[in-house]
């Protein structure tokens, strides 16, 4: 079974940084596109930052400038460090992956979300 874990999330000051992790695992051919998704309450999930391959990086403007988003191919590991937080930044932060395996096809999988909470 293939499976997306996120880890990290927790509750910081305004200012302060977190790290979020996302690991994938289970019967794995192949990752192409990994991203970082939230989801702050009342409002829809919105993209905050992808990485299509080990060359390629995008961000959403609310995080750029703060965000960085990077990859460990051996580990099938996407992380995203947070810096200089702001409370607006509260929300569901979301891994994405669009990943190969015993599955035949391309396939999109998601984690369960990791809370991230920023006091003012």
């Known amino acids: 079974q293939v499976q997306l874990v996120e880890s990290g999330g927790g509750l910081v000051q305004a200012g302060g940084s977190l790290r979020l992790s996302c690991a994938a695992s289970g019967s794995i051919f192949s990752i192409n596109s990994m991203a970082w998704y939230r989801q702050a309450p009342g409002k829809q999930r919105e993209l905050v930052a992808r990485?299509?391959?080990?060359?390629?990086?995008s961000y959403a403007d609310s995080g750029k400038g703060r965000f960085i988003i990077s990859r460990d191919n051996a580990k099938n590991t996407v992380y995203l460090q947070m810096n200089s937080l702001k409370p607006e930044d509260t929300a569901v932060y979301y891994c994405?992956?669009?990943?190969?395996?015993?599955?035949?096809?391309?396939?999109?999988?998601w984690g369960q979300g990791t809370q991230v909470t920023v006091s003012s």
């Open positions: 990485m299509p391959n080990s060359d390629s990086v």
């Open positions: 994405n992956a669009i990943m190969r395996t015993v599955v035949p096809g391309q396939y999109i999988y």
